[in-house]
């Protein structure tokens, strides 16, 4: 974690170079791409242990590849990435269990990525929280990008899907929530109630459409029968 910690703390709120990728994919942005430079952590959640596939979830096989090698791709491209739900490494990222043990809820990780978030960044900063789940393998980073531009200071950006459902983990959070959001976990409620509670921008099927998104971003594969949907829907 000392390599990953520097990494993230040497990086502060510089700006990228104007040659760079990242650069030109900002200006790509317009008006949005200052909002996408903030300090920011993206957070796996990836609880340990199986699921209703055989084996760890995580390591179940996604176009070639692993999911959790499909999402630490795609989120790395934003920046520094940190799985959170298991010991040690995942898919070639560093790793770390949940603050609680006897929780293993999306809330509880959001928390821990929040306090990762607050303690790696320089002091004083209060960086973005980037959530996304390890089942979710087609997540889009285009998508990621333009929920982080409308990410405000103290203010939630979730796509909401064609069924009204808020996807709770392909969204930003600010990490100072940490206190309230810390609160409601040790009550043992979600994020959604969390949302209840704070401002949340909420992103609908009429802006995220315009950015090419379908829906794959939050498809969790959460069995042979969700694999199979999502190599149907979305290719390999």
């Not at 920011?40 to 070639?64: H, K, N, P, W």
Request: glycine share 10%; aromatic share 6%; charged share 25%.
């Amino acid at each position: 974690m000392s390599g990953f910690l520097g990494r993230f703390r040497r990086r502060g709120r510089s700006d990228p170079a104007p040659t760079s990728p990242r650069a030109k994919q900002d200006a790509d942005l317009g008006e949005l791409a200052p909002l996408v430079s903030r300090p920011l952590l993206s957070v796996i959640l990836a609880r340990g242990g199986t699921g209703q596939l055989e084996g760890d979830v995580a390591l179940m096989d996604a176009g070639g590849v692993s999911m959790a090698a499909r999402v630490s791709f795609a989120v790395s491209q934003l920046g520094d990435v940190l799985v959170v739900g298991r010991p040690g490494t995942l898919a070639g990222v560093a790793a770390v269990p949940f603050y609680r043990r006897d929780s293993h809820t999306s809330l509880t990780g959001l928390v821990t990525g929040m306090r990762a978030a607050l303690d790696l960044a320089p002091p004083g900063t209060k960086p973005l929280v980037l959530v996304i789940g390890v089942d979710q393998p087609y997540v889009r980073v285009d998508t990621l990008r333009f929920l982080l531009a409308f990410a405000g200071a103290n203010e939630a950006v979730v796509p909401v899907d064609e069924s009204g459902s808020l996807q709770v983990t392909c969204a930003v959070y600010p990490s100072s929530w940490l206190d309230r959001a810390q609160r409601m976990d040790d009550d043992d409620l979600s994020i959604e109630d969390l949302l209840h509670t704070v401002k949340v921008r909420k992103i609908g099927p009429d802006t995220w459409r315009g950015w090419g998104e379908d829906g794959r971003s939050w498809f969790r594969v959460s069995s042979a029968e969700t694999m199979e949907e999502a190599r149907s829907r979305f290719g390999p």
